[in-house]
């Protein structure tokens, strides 16, 4: 199993560390933890109106977490909350088998092999998970 799950893009995509670090003085944080696995992640937002000026995140979990908060890491900056609301939702139906994810972001079609593996699908919603608190902590 961790053969297929840990491929080569999903690793690239954790050592990439899109947006790792946490912010000074965030519009809104939030962290939220997967009690199953020991996964935790914080992510804070700073606002420019609708569009997420700044995002920071800290990873305390799997390379599928770390992959995943990696993403949002690269493509939230400048993106809309409602914009980033279709990414979450695209990544929750890719990981139910309704297609690709790349219509949103291209890098969250490599957690396809995780779609397998339902145990695992937290993992990598986890940092959607956060992103969503983050915003709602910023309003």
Known sequence: MAEQLYQAAIVGL???ANGKGRL???????????????????????????RVAALGHQVRGCLLCEAAASVIGAH???????????AS????????????AAARWPELDAFTPVRAHRSRHSCVLLPFEALTKALAAAE
């Open 24 to 50: 000074e003085s965030p519009d809104g944080s939030a962290t939220v933890d997967n009690p199953l696995c020991g996964d935790r992640i914080t992510i804070d937002v700073r606002m420019d109106g609708e």
């Open 14 to 16: 954790a050592r990439a």
């Open 89 to 100: 939702d695209a990544a929750k139906a890719m990981l139910k088998g309704a297609g690709p």
């Open 76 to 86: 939230a900056t400048g993106a809309t909350r409602a914009e980033l609301a279709a």
